[in-house]
């Protein structure tokens, strides 16, 4: 059984930096895409960027080019996004996605964690 | 980049269909997926490709695709279909967009 399993909510003052992990179990880590998304209180999802591990292939939305970096720890199933020069309208719940190499839709979602920015 | 665009809100009535639509240019070219969403839950795949349903997801939804719009369309629409809904695609550039979203509430 596929579980994404992240970890837990971090409250953060602004300007500092967000590292969520997403641990993954079932099915063969490096052959997945984790992507990761995020929504903010009351508003809609925003897809961040993404990673293969197998391809060590990076990609990152426009938007938070620059402030993200998504990474991968194949010998803990572990997927990372870190999200710097954080501000107040960073506060959001974050989910890790798994995708399957080849497909175009994210068929497990993690938990979620929320991140808050206040100062 | 690619923008999605959906109606904010949909109602239908218990056991009836309702169509939930998404459009951008990026779905000429790729398959939408959709997720659905109850509050405080993470997203959940409803369907996915041409016309593909996960291991458990009923099958009174179904999707379709025309041009640069995608439908998901609930058939007999039960109250547990209360939520919003999501669609996703990606671009030529292999980056990934939400749609909008749209509530949809069963009177």
């Known amino acids: 059984q596929v579980q994404l399993v992240q970890s837990g909510a971090e409250v953060k003052k602004p300007g500092s930096s967000v590292k969520v992990s997403c641990k993954a179990s079932?099915?063969?880590?490096?052959?997945?895409?984790f992507s990761w998304v995020r929504q903010a209180p009351g508003q809609g999802l925003e897809w961040m960027g993404g990673?293969?591990?197998?391809?060590?292939?990076?990609s990152y939305s426009q938007k938070f080019q620059g402030r993200v970096t998504i990474t991968t720890d194949e010998s803990t199933s572990t997927s990372y996004m870190e999200l710097s020069s954080l501000r107040s309208e960073d506060t959001a719940v974050y989910y890790c996605?798994?995708?399957?190499?080849?497909?175009?839709?994210?068929?497990?979602w993690g938990q979620g964690t929320l991140v808050t920015v206040s100062s | 980049s690619s923008e999605l665009t959906q109606d904010p809100a949909v109602s239908v009535a218990l056991g009836q269909t309702v169509r939930v639509t998404c459009q951008g240019d990026?779905?000429?070219?790729?398959?939408a997926s959709w997720y659905q969403q109850k509050p405080g839950q993470a997203p959940v795949l409803v369907m996915y490709?041409?016309?593909n349903r996960p291991s458990g997801i009923p099958d009174r939804f179904s999707g379709s695709s025309s041009g640069n719009t995608a439908s998901l369309t609930i058939t007999g629409t039960q109250a547990e279909d209360e939520a919003d809904y999501y669609c996703?695609?990606?671009?030529?550039?292999?980056?990934?967009?939400f749609g909008t979203g749209t509530k949809v509430t069963v009177l």
């Open positions: 079932g099915g063969t880590f490096s052959t997945y895409a």
């Open positions: 990026s779905l000429r070219s790729f398959y």
């Open positions: 990673i293969i591990p197998l391809l060590a292939t990076l």
């Open positions: 996703n695609s990606r671009d030529s550039s292999g980056l990934y967009v």
């Open positions: 490709g041409e016309n």
């Open positions: 996605a798994r995708r399957g190499d080849g497909s175009l839709h994210f068929d497990h």
